[in-house]
């Protein structure tokens, strides 16, 4: 099993700034990736930012140039800065591991975080 500890959400103003972090802990294998993905009422989970324990990023279209993430491998710990914030990044943000064993894959998913971008 494999834990997820997710923060930072909350309100926003359009145009603030929000740090969201994700902390795994449990059967994290070394060779993993975290990411976001976002989902709003009604419509499909997308991906927001991913990031391998080897370095290798992908971000959706739809937040190119204004989020950015990072993780810190020593704490398990995965972060998603977010930047001129729009009212469309209202959501909520679920934080996904997934790790990679001999003969196994882990997949597991945080509670969620919500994010709410409005004046």
């Known amino acids: 099993q494999v834990q997820l500890v997710e923060s930072g959400g909350g309100l926003v103003q359009p145009g603030g700034s929000l740090t969201l972090s994700c902390a795994a802990s449990?059967?994290?294998?070394?060779?993993?990736?975290m990411g976001w993905y976002r989902q709003v009422q009604g419509k499909q989970r997308e991906l927001v930012a991913s990031?391998?324990?080897?370095?290798?990023?992908a971000y959706g279209d739809s937040i190119k140039g204004r989020f950015t993430i990072s993780r810190d491998n020593a704490k398990n710990t995965v972060y998603l800065q977010m930047n001129s914030l729009k009212s469309e990044d209202t959501a909520v943000y679920y934080c996904?591991?997934?790790?990679?064993?001999?003969?196994?894959?882990?997949?597991?998913w945080g509670q969620g975080t919500q994010v709410t971008v409005s004046s």
């Open positions: 996904n591991f997934v790790g990679y064993g001999d003969a196994e894959i882990l997949d597991f």
């Open positions: 449990g059967r994290v294998f070394s060779l993993n990736t």
């Open positions: 990031h391998t324990t080897g370095g290798t990023t």
